[in-house]
């Protein structure tokens, strides 16, 4: 996949249904790892609470998710569903549940689950994550704004610049620019310059709301 959305930073939102009090906490993840560390740390956190029911999603493949003694179906799954339906990953949410005395029912909870999920995402934001090209381009003095102008155009990032007899710049592309600045880079140069590729990695955009 070229391009999928990640929370923009951790979060945590509170509310109160029938005397239940909902605590959800979300993190960006990494690594199933991580995940896990995240819930041991408040599962210790909110040990006296009735129920620290959790998900989390990492790539396409890999999601796990606990009802954490709430009944089945009615906790870690609906709290899952919000994240695929946003098409969010890397992410691992834990919500805390201190028991108010009031019984909610199977759609209740699956309902106040799936708000304290999702409000813990509006919280937080998301990101696109994209997969970027590096690339180092050779560019003449009489050349240099106009090449600047020229990667802006693209939606590029100039990344850095080295000046010496000739100039090096240093830039970051969206997947697929490197050949239309290397066609730019031909008219321009008339066929003498040449971008070399350095590599690939995926970086996140702005925030963006739910």
Known sequence: MSEFRVPFQAAD??????RSRFIGHLWPIES????????????KQ??????????????????????????????????LNVFQRENVTNVCCVVTRYFGGILLGAG?????????????????????MGLWTQVQVPCSYPLLERMKLEIAALGGILDDVTYGADIQLLVSLPDGQAEALQLRLTELSAGSMHLTVLGEDYRPGLREEI
């Not at 939102?13 to 029938?18: I, R, T």
């Not at 989390?56 to 799954?77: F, H, K």
């Not at 209740?108 to 696109?128: E, N």
Request: aromatic fraction near 8%; proline fraction near 3%.
């Open 108 to 128: 209740g909870l699956t309902r106040a689950y799936s708000k304290s999920a999702r409000d813990t995402l509006a919280v937080a934001g998301v990101a696109t």
């Open 13 to 18: 939102s509170e509310f109160v249904e029938k």
């Open 46 to 79: 909110y040990h006296d609470a009735r129920h620290n029911c959790w998900c989390y999603l990492l790539g396409q493949n890999v999601l796990r998710y606990s009802d954490d003694g709430e009944p089945q179906g009615t906790a870690g799954q609906p709290m």
């Open 32 to 43: 199933e790892e991580e995940a896990q560390a995240h819930i041991r740390q408040v599962k």
